[in-house]
Every structure is written in C-alpha cells, then in structure tokens.
T-cell receptor
C-alpha cells in the first residue's frame, strides 16, 4: 500500500463547475499538507499549504484536512479552463527527514 | 525574485556523453533539491542539499553526481546514462527550517538519453 493514494483521473468538468480533488494517506505522523499544481512541461507550483487539521481558503481554492480520517481535499469553485492541470497532493512529517511524500497526481480538464 | 531557473530546458545525450544540468535561485533559500519525474508520475526525490552540504541521497546511481558550489547554484553532472534515465529533471529550493515544505520548482530539464 502506498503512503499517499490519489486518483489519477483524468477528471473532466464543464467550466464553472465545483471540483473536488482528494488524497488519502496512511502515515499518522504527517502534519504538513500541500497541494501543488503542475501544468504540462512545467514544474509544480505550490497552491495551498495547511498545517495539521482544518480548512484554508484562498480565492476560489479551499483546502481541507481531516487527520482523524487521514483524508485531504482541494475544492476549486467556478472552475476555469486555465485550471486544467495535474494536481499533486504532498505531505510531510515533523521529523528529522525533511522531505515531501507526493501523491501520484490527478489530471483535471475543465471544458469551456 | 521568486524564480528557480534551470538550464538547459531540453537535452539529448548519448550513453557515453558527459553533460551537466544547472539550477539557480536568488530567494536566499539554503535548501536545494533535485527531483526526477517520469511522464504521468509524481516527482521522485534524488538529492537534498542543506547549507551547501549533501543531506539526502536517495540511493541514486553514481552516474548522477550533484554539486552545490554556493548557496544560489546547484548542478547535476551526468555521465554514462541509460535510456531509462530519460525524464524531466526538476530543481527546487526552500527554506531550511520552518517552511521547508514550501518548495519552489524550476520548469525542469527534459532529458532524452539515446
């Protein structure tokens, strides 16, 4: 079993839809939770960062962390064609080894 | 300046060639990383430098040789690569302490080994 599971998609939605992207994880030591967006042939870009449980909102994006269920989500409201990209969840624990564990990424296509 | 600059953007090399990938950042970050990414896969960590010292080597074959000449530069020297090493090579940087999770990635070098 992978430490972080993420549905690879592709997920295709019409413009204006609400998008829900999710990851589950098995390592209860994870405390830092990130969402990175990666456009084709580009490096990943940090979109959202959350420490421990709770919600965080930034414009059209909302990140949720439920540590009791080991489940994180990214919601995109009023999705736009420019949101079409691969979304990678990433996590890390507050241990000596400071490296991220990435999910496999979900490819999102927003149709105009 | 919040940019990580990688050169070259594309590289084609034979299995007997020696080449180098370069990475530069001017954000004052003291942690720098090399990742390898295959198509439709997540980035895989290769090396981490912290304060210009190698802190993590993910059992990468010796045909990949990293170098951190100063706090702004990171190189990856390539020698005798195999076709299966063809991938997107990403450089990233971050703070060393709190905030290390917030990686800033470059656009990568797309490497093809013939």
């Amino acid at each position: 079993q992978k430490e972080v599971e993420q549905d690879p998609g592709p997920l295709s939605v019409p413009e204006g839809a609400i998008v829900s992207l999710n990851c589950t994880y098995s390592n209860s030591a994870f405390q830092y939770f990130m969402w990175y967006r990666q456009y084709s042939r580009k490096g990943p870009e940090l979109l959202m960062y959350t420490y421990s449980s709770g919600n965080k909102e930034d414009g059209r994006f909302t990140a949720q962390v439920d540590k009791s269920s080991k489940y994180i989500s990214l919601f995109i409201r009023d999705s736009q064609p420019s949101d079409s990209a691969t979304y990678l969840c990433a996590m890390s624990a507050d241990t000596g080894r400071r490296a991220l564990t990435f999910g496999s990424g979900t490819r999102l296509q927003v149709q105009p | 300046d919040t940019e990580v600059t990688q050169t070259p953007k594309h590289l084609v090399m034979g299995m007997t060639n020696k080449k180098s990938l370069k990475c530069e950042q001017h954000m004052g970050h003291r942690a720098m990383y090399w990742y390898k990414q295959k198509a439709k896969k997540p980035p895989e960590l290769m090396f981490v430098y912290s304060y210009e010292k190698l802190s993590i080597n993910e059992s990468v074959p010796s045909r990949f040789s990293p170098e951190c000449p100063n706090s702004s530069l990171l190189n990856l020297h390539l020698h005798a690569l195999q076709p299966e090493d063809s991938a997107l090579y990403l450089c990233a940087s971050s703070q060393v302490g709190t905030g290390y999770e917030k990686l800033f990635f470059g656009s990568g070098t797309q490497l093809s080994v013939l």
